[in-house]
């Protein structure tokens, strides 16, 4: 079992940026795959960002690279999500997810693990 614990959500202006953490606790010995994932009002919730344990594999949706950087401290077991250029159409809730796999896969029904969520505010 594996309780993650989301962090860093707000109100921000357009332009801005956010760092987002998620840290994870309980059976964190074997290896997991970390997903960002939000969901806006009124629309499913989407996949963001991944990565995984071990070889840099970070996937992105399209509508944040560039803007967005996932990053990882295993020391910590703690996942991180720089959210630079905010927009207005960025805010939603943003969750952490985890998978016992190495591949960060953008299918928000293979992840085990959720976290509680952080609302993220892009709004002038």
């Known amino acids: 079992q594996l309780q993650l614990v989301e962090s860093g959500g707000g109100l921000v202006q357009p332009g801005g940026s956010l760092r987002l953490s998620c840290t994870v606790s309980g059976r964190t010995g074997s290896n997991y795959a970390t997903g960002w994932f939000r969901q806006a009002p009124g629309k499913e919730r989407e996949f963001v960002a991944g990565?995984?344990?071990?070889?840099?594999?970070?996937p992105y949706a399209d509508s944040v690279k560039g803007r967005f950087t996932i990053s990882r401290d295993n020391a910590k077991n703690t996942v991180y999500l720089q959210m630079n250029s905010l927009k207005p159409e960025d805010t939603a809730v943003y969750y952490c997810a985890a998978r016992s796999s190495n591949w960060p896969t953008p299918s928000r029904s293979e992840y085990n693990y959720w976290g509680q969520g952080t609302q993220v505010t892009v709004s002038s």
């Open positions: 990565i995984s344990w071990s070889f840099g594999i970070t």
